[in-house]
């Protein structure tokens, strides 16, 4: 028991200090990933059981409220496509850059990091699929974080909410800038170094700035949920509920994006995410709210 104690710190602190394990760890990783896909087969199973004993009935309601669903989303992102289309029009006038579609994979969640210390995930997707340290991580409805370790069939991603990241933001509606800060739950975020008399209100959307050349701009962070002002002191304690389903969501959009590069590999599927109902309507705003201003520039 000592000796496997005291060679366990030793490993510990190679690990910690060192980049000799690091090839080690990818053998690892090459040989853990079919347990984790052994371990979800009972899942897998359990879920298949299920869907085949729902009932005629079920299955009829489920499917008419999702061709709702459907119709609502389609009908939003007919909305969203005029919106983008007048958002370019505008820029070409006022002599800016223009737009460059950024390619997105989809990736499953396979495990969550037991450590209460920490936040991080696994995914199902790795080297061999183009994966790349720093790659912005998304779900639906907003950022969730960023690759920090790429295996050859995972990828472990550090999540905005961990009490060592921090992301470059901007206030949507007026374009205040800051520093969003993980607090190590997934309930907020604080947006630091802000200033007592800054304009920030509750209910706020706070999205990435781009300004960190890591995250691409305009994507949803969270939406500020207090605002307290000290008079004894310089900087606001500002609150921000995170955007993404950081504890549900389970089918992630890993981005290659220029910002961020693209890594050695391309990978060979590309989509568009379906943003969540509140996500869209949240983009909508923020697109009007640009073409209006845009329009009084003119």
Known sequence: MVVLTVLSIALMVVDARFDALKPLRAQLGLLVAPLYSAAEMPVRAWQMAAELTTSRAQLIAENERL?????????KLQKLATLTEQNVRLRELLNSSSLVDERVLVSELIGVDPNPFTQRILIDKGEVDGVFLGQPVLDATGLMGQVVEVLPHSARVLLITDASHSLPVQINRNGLRALAAGTGRNE????????DTADVREGDIVVSSGLGQRFPAGYPVGRVHSVIRHPAQSFAEVRVTPSAQLNRSRYLLLVFSPESGYGDVLPALELLPDDAPDAAEDVESAADAEAEEAGNAD
Do not use: I, Y
Request: proline share 0%.
């Open 67 to 75: 061709r709702a669903e459907a119709l609502l989303t389609q009908r």
């Open 188 to 195: 907020w975020l604080e947006l630091r170094f802000v200033g």
